[in-house]
């Protein structure tokens, strides 16, 4: 299976970031690549009035990236926000399928309540482990299982653990990870880790660092991106560090990307995962199992 990581840099205006999943996704499909993966804030970054932007699954954005999925024939996953109760919001993944429908939506369950943040202040919670098949039309060799989760999920192995045991062979993870002292170094620990518990591979697709990106625009003389990137850089909001990877199911890296905005199509060859599960059945091991075993 190919897949697509897109480290796009989310500002606080939806239509723009629209363009940017338009330009990315394409980009990625000209490629060959079946399932797509943006971060976590996509529709707009952290720091943003989000209950302003929040809006329901059949609303303009998430239409228009489903209609954009079924124009490119892929699937594609991206972080959006979706109207909660009490004038909360959801911190939601939109998966839409390659025929334009809503393949599956994901509601961010472990809130990120660390590191001086609050999230749940405005947030809610969801509580629900998420799984949806991939793949498996024209010519694709099959189908694919892939669990879901958001950011600060990555720090609780029982999700992937319960997405396993639900069959997932693909653990995506849409991040806007925090800057800060090690913080690269943990969401790589992180990432690897939740690889190997759960013998899956992880697609971990962060948001591309502000500061790179103002660095860059400085360089071309992009004035106006470079101020808006500088704050975000300097904002106390959780607004990226970059480092998208594919780890495999035994924990190795296999491709990364930088800090700065990119794309990266990588091959999967999902008969890897059985063969770890062979190799090292931790599923089918664990004495204090969290849902039933892995299927198949």
Request: overall charge negative.
């Amino acid at each position: 299976m190919r897949i697509a990581l897109a480290q796009i840099w989310s500002t606080r205006d939806p239509a723009r970031n629209l363009g940017e999943v338009e330009r990315a996704a394409e980009e990625a499909a000209a490629e060959g690549a079946e399932l797509v993966v943006f971060p976590e804030a996509a529709m707009t970054a952290f720091g943003s009035d989000l209950a302003a932007a929040a809006e329901p699954l059949d609303g303009p954005w998430a239409s228009a990236v489903r209609g954009l999925a079924g124009r490119l024939g892929v699937t594609i996953v991206v972080g959006t926000f979706t109207p909660g109760q009490d004038g909360t919001v959801r911190n939601t993944l939109l998966v839409a399928g390659p025929g334009g429908e809503l393949a599956a939506s994901y509601d961010k369950v472990h809130l990120f309540d660390a590191f001086g943040h609050a999230e749940s202040d405005s947030v809610e919670g969801g509580d629900e482990a998420v799984t949806v098949t991939v793949g498996g039309g024209g010519d694709s060799a099959r189908a694919a299982v892939v669990g879901l989760a958001t950011c600060y999920d990555v720090r609780f192995p029982a999700l992937f653990l319960a997405n396993a045991a639900s069959g997932a062979e693909v653990s995506v993870v849409a991040a806007s990870w925090g800057d800060g002292p090690g913080k690269v170094d943990q969401w790589q620990l992180l990432t690897r880790a939740r690889a190997a518990d759960s013998t899956t591979f992880v697609v971990a697709v962060g948001q591309a660092d502000p500061a790179a990106v103002a660095a860059a625009a400085r360089t071309s003389g992009d004035a106006e991106t470079e101020r808006a990137a500088t704050a975000a850089a300097a904002s106390a909001s959780p607004t990226g560090v970059g480092h998208s990877l594919v780890a495999s199911p035994f924990g190795a890296v296999v491709a990364e990307l930088g800090a700065e905005p990119g794309l990266l199509v990588v091959d999967l060859d999902l008969d890897e995962v059985a063969a770890a599960r062979r190799t090292l059945p931790v599923l089918a091991n664990q004495r204090f199992a969290v849902a039933g075993r892995p299927q198949g």
